[in-house]
T-cell receptor, first 113, second 113 residues
Framework: DADVTQTPRNRITKTGKRIMLECSQT?????MYWYRQDPGLGLQLIYY???????NKGEISDGYSVSRQAQAKFSLSLESAIPNQTALYFC????????????FGEGSRLTVL | GQQLNQSPQSMFIQEGEDVSMNCTSS?????WLWYKQDPGEGPVLLIA?????ELTSNGRLTAQFGITRKDSFLNISASIPSDVGIYFC?????????????FGPGTRLSVLP
């Protein structure tokens, strides 16, 4: 089983719908992140959380919200999805201490029609 | 947001050939990470570099942390079909500051039999 699990893996929805992407991890890491990947661009940070009570905006947080339900769970919500939010979304984790390596989930492909 | 530059953007090589790609930035980084992403999957960490000048190998892969700390290089020797995928670099500017991971757009590698 993957250490970082994302659900759903694929989702097609319509403009205006609320969508939640979920992430859970078994690595025991404190830090969790949500990234967005678009073709030809590097991964862009949406939100990150360093512990359960800590939530921080990344470079492209507009239109997204997150919830850190537990150390192992971090969900991303699109309150009212729009077509330009069609992308591949990745959850990632890293340890509080150590050299700073990111471990990624398998991705959630979201299509907004 | 800040992005890293990767070259080449894509490359087609014959099976058995060696591959070289690089990642550059105008900023200094303390850590360089190299990832491989297969279609529809999450990025998998290949090599992590922590010190300027460091040369690290992982099987047929060798990566180097540039002396200027503004670049990194990845070499793949004797390529095989399963090397196909997107290789991207990530740089970390601070220690234990996850929001400072910066990513390149990737190099797409195709291996012809």
């Amino acid at each position: 089983d993957a250490d970082v699990t994302q659900t759903p893996r694929n989702r097609i929805t319509k403009t205006g719908k609320r969508i939640m992407l979920e992430c859970s991890q078994t690595k025991g890491h404190d830090r969790m992140y949500w990234y967005r990947q678009d073709p030809g661009l590097g991964l862009q940070l949406i939100y990150y959380s360093f512990d359960v009570k800590d939530i921080n905006k990344g470079e492209i947080s507009d239109g997204y919200s997150v919830s850190r339900q537990a150390q192992a769970k971090f969900s991303l919500s699109l309150e009212s999805a729009i077509p330009n939010q069609t992308a591949l979304y990745f959850c990632a984790t890293s340890d509080l201490v150590g050299p700073g390596e990111l471990f990624f989930g398998e991705g959630s492909r979201l299509t907004v029609l | 947001g800040q992005q890293l530059n990767q070259s080449p953007q894509s490359m087609f090589i014959q099976e058995g050939e060696d591959v070289s790609m690089n990642c550059t930035s105008s900023s200094i980084f303390n850590t360089w990470l190299w990832y491989k992403q297969d279609p529809g999957e999450g990025p998998v960490l290949l090599i992590a570099l922590y010190k300027a000048g460091e040369l690290t190998s992982n099987g047929r892969l060798t990566a180097q942390f540039g002396i200027t700390r503004k670049d990194s290089f990845l070499n793949i020797s004797a390529s095989i079909p399963s090397d196909v995928g997107i290789y991207f670099c990530a740089g970390l500017q601070g220690y234990n500051y996850g929001q400072n991971f910066v990513f390149g757009p990737g190099t797409r590698l195709s291996v012809l039999p």
